[in-house]
């Protein structure tokens, strides 16, 4: 079985992808509440495609994080299916937290596609694998609980204090921390996979 997992706006850009790729069950993500634009694009296309199998995803339009989640938990409730995503419509920030998702749950997604408004051509997307060590993760969920002093971090982890310098600067250069040392949208997103 195929699943299509999508960002909604007026819809033509998911309607090609429809087309394109042939799925039989689609998830649209789509801010809360939903509103009449989205709610008559996602009506269209039903009546368009009457034999798929459709369901509405409520998000927070800028909870990158918390649709990361949901994405993930769609993911994961779909394992053994083939799974596309699309992210052309929307906010950047809805597009963001799916593509993110798929990044972290990157091992059951098969594709990840843009669709041009212009011509309707579909442009396949990196799936990058958003994963850590064992011991960064370590280290970021520390961090989450608030725990910020170096020797405390080292003790907890049972690494040495260099270690933690080390990884918290490597952390901070590829965007999971910020230059205070707090998770960004993307520190926690990785937390999010267990």
């Known amino acids: 079985m195929k699943v299509l997992i999508s960002t909604i706006w007026k819809g033509s850009a998911v309607i090609q992808a429809i087309k394109l790729f042939s799925p039989n069950k689609v998830f649209f993500i789509a801010d809360e509440p939903v509103e009449d634009i989205r709610n008559n694009s996602i009506n269209m296309i039903k009546e368009i495609f009457p034999n798929l199998e459709y369901k509405t995803v409520p998000t927070k339009i800028y909870d990158i994080v918390g649709i990361a989640k949901s994405v993930m938990d769609i993911i994961e409730s779909e ?7 699309h992210i052309s419509e929307g906010r950047k920030t809805m597009s963001l937290g ?5 990044y972290v749950k990157r091992e059951l997604v098969s594709s990840a596609y843009y669709i041009t408004e212009e011509t309707n051509t ?16 370590g280290l970021l969920q520390k961090i989450d609980e608030n725990i910020t002093s170096i020797s405390e971090l080292a003790k907890k982890l049972k690494i040495k204090a260099p270690t933690v310098y080390v990884h918290m600067k490597e952390l901070r250069d590829d965007g999971f921390l910020n230059k205070e040392n707090k998770l960004t949208e993307i520190g926690r997103i990785i937390l999010l996979n267990n």
């Open 79 to 85: 394992t053994g299916n083939e799974i596309i995503v």
């Open 98 to 102: 799916l593509l993110f998702g798929a």
């Open 122 to 137: 579909p442009i396949q997307l990196p799936l990058v694998k958003l994963k850590l060590s064992k011991q960064k993760k």
